[in-house]
């Protein structure tokens, strides 16, 4: 055996000793001095432990990850509050929590009239009837009346102008409503919101009087979203449009997302952010985070709780069709670096390797000599 392939020198009797006394971090980064090996040796004193089990694995061609873990919170997306724009005497009916209203559907409820919720960003600020300036506020009435099946694409156009067809189109949905059927939409007959909704509180009183301006839903988007302090260390492993997989709260279950975005604005973490998130960085100082947003792909994988402590697992490095080996396998060399010990039938063999991504148990090689299906020794369950 080569004097720069020597492993450590080793007492015990004939085995072979592969401590990992550290962890992979997150990242993948193998512990300082996590690796010490011994080798087969003879002449062993007998008073030394028992002589470990060894067996061998095939050296494969994979596909190596290593992630990152993010500590986030399950919950609902896009908070928003429903503002009143009209008068009354009181309100007649008003949601519940936990309630989820769609398109068309009541939203609450003033002098027995109900509000329906329409889908739009802008709220409605002026009366929209025959003969009005062009605007967008047009467009969003139009494009509901059709999603709603009270017009025709064919007949009436999308556009910004207010025309006789919307005005029909109109009639019709306020006849199915029972309300009179005007033709014309004033400020506080419909309230917009950008999707369905999911309340979350109702700031309005039951027989309390409406007033402009008044706060009276507070509700969020029916999508599952997880969101979590990213620090700005991190920020540039993650994308608008990345894979992540999101560990459940039971902590064994996960289910697949997507980055919905990733903030540009950095903000100071709380201290009870900073322990959740993987504490405070060497100078003892509160690290800087982003917020980062996650949209489930499958909306009831969050199950039934509205707000619960999850992980985020993000893809930090990526190895594709390389040759790796457990960790386990690697053996400390006295020169320094590693090596791993080929078997092929009675005889074994030192092959120094290059070491490359870690990830999880296994960690990427490359040596002369190395190839897929290379029999290696490792430590046996």
């Given amino acids: 055996m080569s004097a720069d392939l020597q492993p450590v020198p080793a007492r015990r009797s004939r085995r072979r000793a592969v401590t990992i006394a550290g962890v992979l971090v997150a990242a993948g980064v193998l512990v300082a001095g996590g690796i010490v090996a011994g080798r087969h040796s003879g002449g062993g004193d007998g008073g030394g432990p028992a002589a470990a089990r060894l067996t061998t694995v095939g050296v494969v061609r994979a596909n190596l990850t290593s992630t990152t873990q993010v500590t986030g919170t399950l919950g609902f997306g896009g908070s928003l509050t429903i503002i009143g724009q009209t008068t009354g005497s009181l309100f007649t009916w008003l949601p519940s929590s936990g ?12 002098d027995g009239r109900a509000v329906p919720l329409l889908f739009g960003r802008r709220p409605q600020w002026r009366t929209l009837s025959t003969g009005v300036l062009p605007g967008p506020d047009v467009a969003q009435l139009e494009a509901n009346l059709v999603r709603l099946g009270y017009a025709d694409r064919s007949l009436l156009t999308i556009d910004r102008r207010f025309t006789w067809q919307t005005a029909a189109a109109l009639r019709r949905w306020q006849t199915a ?14 309230a917009y919101a950008p999707g369905p909704l999911r309340v979350t509180s109702v700031a309005a009183k039951l027989g309390g009087t409406p007033q402009p301006g008044q706060p009276i839903i507070s509700a969020t988007a029916t999508v599952r979203q997880v969101s979590a302090p990213l620090p700005v260390t991190l920020q540039h492993l993650v994308h608008a449009g990345d894979a992540v997989t999101v560990t459940m709260p039971d902590g064994s279950s996960t289910a697949r997302g997507v980055v919905a975005s990733v ?31 996650v949209r489930l792909l499958h909306p009831r994988a969050g199950g039934a709780v509205d707000a619960a402590p999850v992980t985020i697992n993000i893809t930090s490095s990526r190895a594709r069709h390389v040759l790796a080996v457990p960790v386990s396998a690697l053996v400390a060399l006295a020169g320094g670096g590693y090596a791993v010990e080929v078997v092929h039938g009675a005889t074994r063999r030192l092959i120094a390797v290059q070491t490359g991504l870690f990830a999880n148990t296994r960690v990427q090689v490359s040596g002369r000599g190395l190839e897929a299906g ?8």
Avoid: I, K, M
């Avoid at 290379?374 to 369950?381: F, G, K, L, Q």
């Fill in 177 to 190: 409503l029972g309300v009179t059927a005007t033709g014309t939409l004033a400020p506080g007959d419909v």
């Fill in 99 to 110: 309630a989820v209203v769609r398109r068309g559907q009541r939203l609450y409820e003033v």
């Fill in 374 to 381: 290379t029999r290696v020794e490792v430590p046996a369950s």
């Fill in 263 to 293: 903030g540009h604005v950095a903000t100071a973490a709380s201290t009870a952010e900073a322990s959740q998130g993987g504490g405070q960085s060497p100078g003892g100082e509160t690290p800087a985070t982003v917020t980062l947003r």
